[in-house]
C-alpha cells in the first residue's frame, strides 16, 4: 500500500519541527512543492498566526547556533540573507556586539592557543578570525590574548 503525499501544510510542520525557518527560508522549500492551487503565502500567514513559524525563534535560534563560531558581521549577513530586516536586526546586532571579544578570543584559543611570535603567523591568525566574521577590535584582543574590551 504507498503512502499518500504529504500536504503543504503537513510537509510545513515536518520542517518546522526539525528545527525553527525563517519565513523566506521555509516559502522556498514549500514553493518546490506547492501546485497551482496552493496558496504558499496564506499557509504561511497561518502558521504565523497560530505562532508555528516565529522570525524572533528564527533569529535567536541561529544566533545561538552560529555565535560560537562566527562574529557579529557574519551572523548578521547571514539573518539578512534570511529576511530579518529592520529594526529586530538592529536589536540582535546591539545584543551580539556585547560578547564578540569573548567569542574570538575563545575562538581563537581553541584553533591556535599560543600567542605568534612572528609577522606571518599573525596575520594567519588575523585572517582567520577576519574570515570568520569577528571585528578588527575583537580580533586585536584576541591576538593580545585579553577579553578587556576596555582598551578601546
Not at 492551487?37 to 547556533?65: G, P, T, Y
Amino acid at each position: 500500500m504507498a503512502v499518500p503525499p504529504l500536504s503543504l501544510k503537513g510537509r510545513a510542520l515536518r520542517y518546522l519541527s526539525m528545527r525553527e525557518h525563517s519565513r523566506l527560508e521555509l516559502g522556498r522549500k514549500l514553493a518546490r512543492y506547492a501546485d497551482e492551487h496552493d496558496n504558499v503565502e496564506a499557509l504561511l500567514d497561518l502558521l504565523e498566526k497560530n505562532n508555528w513559524l516565529s522570525q524572533e525563534r528564527f533569529s535567536e535560534a541561529l544566533i545561538h547556533r552560529r555565535s560560537a563560531r562566527y562574529g557579529n558581521s557574519r551572523i548578521v549577513a547571514e539573518l539578512q540573507s534570511h529576511g530579518v530586516a529592520g529594526e529586530a536586526l538592529q536589536e540582535l546586532k546591539a545584543g551580539l556586539k556585547d560578547g564578540e571579544t569573548a567569542r574570538a578570543c575563545e575562538v581563537w584559543r581553541r584553533k591556535f592557543g599560543t600567542v605568534a611570535t612572528d609577522a606571518e603567523t599573525r596575520n594567519k591568525q588575523m585572517r582567520f578570525l577576519m574570515q570568520r566574521g569577528f571585528s578588527q577590535r575583537a580580533v586585536l584582543a584576541a591576538l593580545r590574548g585579553s577579553e578587556a574590551d576596555e582598551d578601546f
